[in-house]
C-alpha cells in the first residue's frame, strides 16, 4: 500500500514520496530477472545462483511485489522456495492468486505472522499446514475469501474439522468460519487478542475463552446468535476491548428485550473496558432514564452510567437504534457513527476492515462531499483510498469509494495534490475498473473521475493500463451508453496529446478497428451521434504522422465508410473536418497514396475544394490530400478522369479563396510533411498549397508556429524557394511572408 496522505506545511495534500529503498524494490518487482528467472517449463521463477536473500529483504520484497505487481501467484512465491538463501517471516497477502501449493511453500519458512485476504485460490485442503508448520506463529489472519478453515461455497457452511498447533499464538483472525463445540481455543494460552467476524457458533459457547489467561481483545462483529452468550462474555474479567456490533439489523439480530439493563451488566462485570463497540445494536437504549435511577441521569446512554467519571476510549455507535450517536452526554473520548463529519471517519478508520458496513461509511462520506461540507479533506481521501486499495475485489466499495473520489478530486482543493497522491489515486481507480470491468456503473464513475485530471501528463505512468480500461469502455458497454460516450472522450483526449511511440501502442492494441466498429454499428443503424463525431477524430489523431495504422485504417475499409458516412450525413460539419483532417495523414504516406488514386476518391476529394464547410478547414484538407498525391509526379496519377491538371488548377483556385487570417481547428507537431512539399519543385501547386499552410500558422498562431519552422530549418528551405526560378510568384510572396513573421518575431534572428 501506498503511504499515508497528508496535509504539509504549505497546505498541500501529499503522500510521502518513494524512498530510494522503495525505488530499489519497485525496479526489482518490475524486473524479477535481476534476481530470478523462469525454471525448465518456464512456469514458476528461480533464485539466480550466488544470491542469498536475508529475512528483512524477504519481507519487504513480497510486499513491494504486491504493491507493483498487484496479483502475487506462485510463479513469484517459487523464488522463496529455498530457505537456505531466503527466510520469511511476516507475510501479509492480499488479492493473490495464490494456491495451496504456493502457501505451503510459504509456510515451510516457520512463519511469525500470517495475512490472507481475498486469496480464493486457498481452500480447505490446506487446513493441515496449520497443524505441520504453525509452531512459530505468532499472528494469523484469514480473512475474507481466504478458505483455509472453511469451504468457499455458501451452501456448504458447516462445520470444519481443522486444529491449532500454534502455541505461540498471540492474534487470532477468524472471518465467516463455522465454529463448532469440538474446536479446541484453550491450547492457545498465549492468545491475546481474538477476532471472529461473521463467524457462526454452532453448539460453541465462548466459556472456552475463559481459560485464556492473556485475552484482552475480543471481537464478534456480525457474530449470532449473542445473546445467549452474554454471561460467558462477562467471565472474560480481563477485556479492554469488546466489540459485540453488527453490520444490519433488519433481520432482528441486535435487538435485546432490556438493552439497558444488558449494557450495565457488561459494564459492572467488564470493569477494564477501554473500547466498546455496540453499533448496529439497541444497547445503547433510548436515552431516556429508567425509574429505577436514583440519582440525576448524567448520560444519554443509561447503560453507560458506570463511566460517567470514567469514559471509554472508544465507543462504536454507527448505526445504533434511537440514532444514539446523535445525543449529547457520551461517556467516550471517541464515537464512531454518523452524526457529523468526526464519527464518520472515526468508523472508517476503526472499520477499515468490515467491507459491508465501511462500504456503508463511504456513502455518508460521499454525501459531505457531495454538498461540499466535508472539511477535513486529507482524513476522509486516505480513508477511502485505505478502503479502495485493502477491498479490491468488493465492488459496492469500489462503486462507493469511487463515486466519493470523483468529488474529492473535483472540489477546489483537487490543485493542493501533489503528484504521488494524484499517481494514487489514478492507480487506485484503475485497480478498481480492471477488476470489476463488466459494471457500468464502476466503469462511470472512474472514467468521470479521471476526466478531473491533467490529460495525458496526469497518467502517463499507467498509460497501457488505461488504454485497455478505456477500449474495454469503448467497445463492450451498450450501444450509445453514457460509459461509452465519456471512455471515447478520454480515449480521443489521450490520442491527441501523445507522442508517436504511444500513438503506435494505440494502434497495437486495436484504437483503429474499434473506432471502424463503432463507424459501422452507426452507418448500419443510419444513426449520427458525438461516438461517431470522436471515432472519426480519434483516428485522425492516433494516425498522425503514424503510417502503420493509416494502413491499418485503409485494412479496416476505412475508405468505404468514408464514402458511406458522406453520403448518408452530408450536412454534418464536425463529421467531414474529422474526416477529412484523417484522410490528410492518410495522404502524408507515400507507400498509402496509390490506394487513394481511384476515380471515384479523387472526384470526392476535388469537389470538397469549394466547400465552406467549418471555414475553410475541409477544404483545406482535401487541397492537402490532392497535393500529396499530385507531388507524386504524373506517372503515378493512374486515372484518366478527372486529370491531373484539371485537379491542380481547382487547387490553386481554391487557394486563392482563403482567407490568410483564418483561424484553425488543427495542430501540427511537425512541419516536416509540408517542408516536403515545399521542395516539391516539378510541381509549384504543391508547393503553393504548402507555403499558404506555413503562411496561415505563423501568421495565426506565430508563438507556437514560428519556432518550428527554424527548428525543422524551414526559413532556408523557403529562401531557397524564393531563389529558385521555377515557382511563380504568387508563392514566392507567400514564402517571403513565413521568413518575413519567423524572423522578426520576438527575441528572433536568422541566426537566433
Sequence with gaps: MSGKVRLKENGYLDEDPMTLQDIIYKYICENLDVISSPNMCGTLRQLNEGIVLPNDICDRLLKACQRFRRQLSDDVINIFQDRTRTSLKIVHLRNSTLTNTGLEMIMRHKLYSLTLWYCNQINVQSAQLLTLYGEGLRSLELGINAHMLQNSEPNEKEPVDFEFNCPHLRRLVLNGVVLHNGLQLNCLLELTHLDLTSCVLVGFSLEVLASLPLLHTLILFNVWPIANQLQAICLLRRLRSLDISISNSGNGHGTYDLPDQTLEMIMNNLRELTHLDISGTNLAGNGVATKESNFKLRTDIPGLESRIQRPLQFLGLYHTAHSACKRHDIPANEIAGDADEHQILTAARYYYDRPMLLTRVLNDLYHLFRFEICKDIHLALDAVLTAMDRHLKFKHMQIS???TLFYIVKGRDRSKFGTPLRHHIIRTLLNGMETHLTDDTMLRNGYLTLTQFQMPNDVLFVYERLIKVLLHGVSKTEQEGFVQRIAIYLL??????????????L?????VSTMLNLIKDRLTRSVFDDVMEVAWSTMWNVTDETAINCRRFLEGRGMEYFLK?????????????????????????????PKLMTQEFIEVFRNLLVSASDGIEVSYN?????AHIASD???????PSPSRDSVLIRLVEAIRRWDIKSERNINYRSFEPILGLVRCYETPQCQHWAVWALANLTQVYPEKYCQLVKEEH????????????????DIKLIARKVIEKCTHWPNWSLDG
Design 492 to 505: 480521443n483526449t489521450l490520442a491527441c496529446q501523445v507522442d508517436g511511440k504511444q500513438k503506435l501502442f
Design 714 to 729: 524551414g526559413i532556408e528551405i523557403l529562401t531557397e524557394l524564393i531563389q529558385d526560378p521555377r515557382p511563380y510568384e
Design 401 to 403: 469509494g469511487s463515486a
Design 622 to 626: 482535401a487541397a492537402g490530400v490532392l
Design 507 to 511: 494502434g497495437e492494441l486495436g484504437v
Design 565 to 593: 458516412c458522406l453520403r448518408t450525413f452530408p450536412d454534418r460539419d464536425e463529421l467531414l473536418r474529422n474526416m477529412m483532417g484523417l484522410l490528410g495523414n492518410v495522404a502524408e504516406v507515400k507507400s498509402l497514396r
Design 633 to 639: 509526379g504524373p506517372e503515378a496519377w493512374t486515372i
